[in-house]
């Protein structure tokens, strides 16, 4: 008695082409809009840090604007004590 093969059947043709295959729904890497791994992995600041830098620029601002306006005073006592 012969016994059955199971499994599929297949032919030389077949199998060369299986190994060879390639599957077209994989999406493929496009470099014009590739990333490098450091400005993917950026951090991106909360709104609570942005309101923080904001404030601390501004109060910088603030304080040349104070020490402008104090010298302008300063000058100004010594025009009129002139």
Do not use: C, H
């Not at 297949?10 to 493929?28: A, F, G, M």
């Not at 991106?44 to 620029?57: A, G, H, N, T």
């Amino acid at each position: 008695m012969k016994k059955l093969a199971v499994g599929p059947m297949t032919t030389l043709e077949y199998n060369e082409w299986w190994v060879r295959r390639i599957n077209d729904n994989t999406p493929k890497s496009n470099q014009k809009n590739s990333q490098s791994i450091e400005e993917y992995l950026r951090v991106v600041p909360s709104k609570l840090e942005i309101i923080r830098q904001d404030f601390e620029r501004r109060n910088t601002d603030l304080k040349k604007k104070i020490g402008q306006i104090e010298e302008e005073k300063i000058n100004l006592r010594l025009d009129i004590d002139v």
